[in-house]
């Protein structure tokens, strides 16, 4: 089973779902270049894509790997570990 997520963009295309940033709110980045990155907001009304840079992707991505490792959320932060040394280094 694939947890790889998904997104067309309007302008940008596919996007590639990164992580879960906060309740409804998830980190997403272009699928190629992995040089631009949006906090998509999902609500009832739609969705909401807010772009920002890639320091503060980067920081989101640590802080989402901070509190799996303190919540003792082995699997997911081994996963997003992965993500995050594929994305930034």
Request: with cysteine.
């Amino acid at each position: 089973m694939s947890t790889e997520t998904y997104l067309n963009h309007p302008t940008f295309g596919l996007l590639f779902r990164v992580c879960l940033v906060a309740e409804s709110r998830e980190l997403f980045t272009t699928l190629y270049a992995q040089r631009l990155f949006f906090v998509v907001n999902i609500a009832p009304s739609g969705l909401k894509f807010e772009p920002i840079s890639r320091t503060d992707a980067r920081l989101m991505v640590e802080s989402r790997l901070r509190m799996l490792r303190r919540a003792g959320q082995t699997s997911e932060y081994n996963q997003l570990q992965v993500i995050h040394q594929r994305t930034f280094q």
